[in-house]
């Protein structure tokens, strides 16, 4: 199947500090990319819908000047968690569709803001 | 408000019986719904999925039921086999059968015994 590779795995910083997440998709184009964020025991939610080219959709109560989303081509997009404080530290996770039909998603990124 | 819910968070089941996972949703603008599977450190992989059109639909190992009436579907996995031990989550989607905007249940952890 197609791969989404996503980096770092994990990350820890210092809070106010920005964390970088990358998301490419190695073998296919995505012109569609979703971010979603995990909080333990809980399901993956969706923050946010990112089109190559355009702004970001931004889920209900996702800050969007707080998590930057970057698509700057169809294999990759960023995710940008800027002045990261302790309750930011979850698990986020990129997938990447092409025609809507399947999703293919990123490994993760454990984030731990100290 | 968990529109997708998984309320058994782990089952075990012996190697070559059938293994069952549920989901209940609440939104019955729900048209599309999907099973992931997730090993450790990796991303969800999709597994099988089912339009809203259907009530079953089958692929190898795997078969899914959909219940609209009673908002219930059902994931079956016969026979079971150790390398199906994983992280199984329902998600659902109300786009048009597609599978953009995904709600997620929290997941079912599945362990298939010798």
């Known amino acids: 199947g197609a791969v989404v590779s996503q980096h770092p795995s994990w990350v820890i910083c210092k809070s106010g500090t920005s964390v970088k997440i990358e998301c490419r998709s190695l073998?296919?184009?995505?012109?569609?990319m979703f971010w979603y964020r995990q909080f333990p025991k809980q399901s993956l939610m969706l923050m946010a819908t990112s089109n190559e080219g355009s702004k970001a959709t931004y889920e209900q109560g996702v800050e969007k000047d707080k998590f930057l989303i970057n698509h700057a081509s169809l294999t990759l997009s960023t995710l940008t968690v800027t002045s990261a404080h302790p309750e930011d530290s979850s698990f986020y996770i990129c997938?990447?569709?092409?025609?809507?039909?399947?999703?293919?998603f990123g490994s993760g990124t454990q984030l731990s803001v100290l | 408000d968990q529109q997708v819910k998984q309320n058994s968070p782990s089952l075990s089941v012996q190697e070559g019986r059938i293994s069952i996972l549920n989901c209940d949703y609440t939104?019955?603008?729900?048209?599309?719904f999907l099973w992931y599977k997730k090993y450790p450190a990796e991303g969800p992989t999709f597994l099988i999925s089912?339009?809203?059109?259907?009530d079953k639909n089958e692929d190898g190992r795997f078969t899914v039921f959909l219940n609209k009436s009673a908002k219930h579907l059902s994931l079956h996995i016969v026979p079971s086999q150790p390398g199906d031990s994983a992280v199984y989550f329902c998600?659902?989607?109300?786009?048009?059968?597609?599978?953009?905007?995904?709600?997620f249940g929290t997941g079912t952890r599945l362990q298939v015994t010798l």
């Open positions: 089912i339009s809203s059109i259907k």
């Open positions: 073998d296919f184009q995505a012109t569609t």
């Open positions: 939104n019955s603008m729900f048209d599309y």
């Open positions: 997938s990447a569709s092409t025609a809507y039909e399947k999703l293919f």
């Open positions: 998600a659902a989607s109300a786009q048009g059968g597609t599978a953009s905007k995904l709600t």
